[in-house]
């Protein structure tokens, strides 16, 4: 029986874990909600929300930052030297500050919404993606090309899916050319679009929401 991963069908807190399992070769049941069929399996998570991952023997397994480390653990891509897993945990931590500014704004209607959005990027979001900016440099001139350890890892993950997700059709209010202004950013997010397991996965991937993860035309 392969684990079950429960979440709604848009990429979201679900999206880094998919492609751990992808990249890693492992079979998992993807399970999706709508928000109308989410109703009756809401009472069954651990804390009310998803994703949750499923066991064998039924237990759940919510939080997306425990479920990612467990998937990454199972598929080999979290760093086995403390000191890399650190360092892979310090982008991911820098990432979800990132998204996290941006969290009031979901609720706000359109206009506000847009102008929300624009006013963190000209602020405190645009100077966190110019010091991931710096890391991704660094990374590329001395490590290897990749966050930690010198190889790929669940921080690179996450990096990729964080830099796609946020010019996606969800984003309203982001510019779909973002990442123009960050041409290192455009080249790792790129570099990992084009790696075979995550480019075969969006490759077969049509909907609208995934369309800003697959490699640059
Ligand atoms: N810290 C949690 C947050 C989970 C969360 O906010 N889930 C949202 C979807 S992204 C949810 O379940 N919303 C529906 C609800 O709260 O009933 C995580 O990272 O897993």
Redesign the pocket.
Known sequence: MPLKLH??AGP??AEVSRLLFTIGGIPFEDVTYTFAT?GEF?PK?P?????VLEFEDGRML????A?DRYVAKLAGLYPEDPKDAAFADMVVFHMNDFMDLFSPTWQMPAEEKVKARQDILAGKGGDKLKALEKIIEKAEAEGGGYVAGGKLSFGDVVVYTYLSGITSSAMDGIPKDLLNAYPALKAFRNKLANHPAIKAYYAAKTDDSRASYKPDP
């Open positions: 979440y709604f979201g807190r989410y809401k998570t804390f009310g929300q998803v994703p919510a939080q997306s930052g479920i």
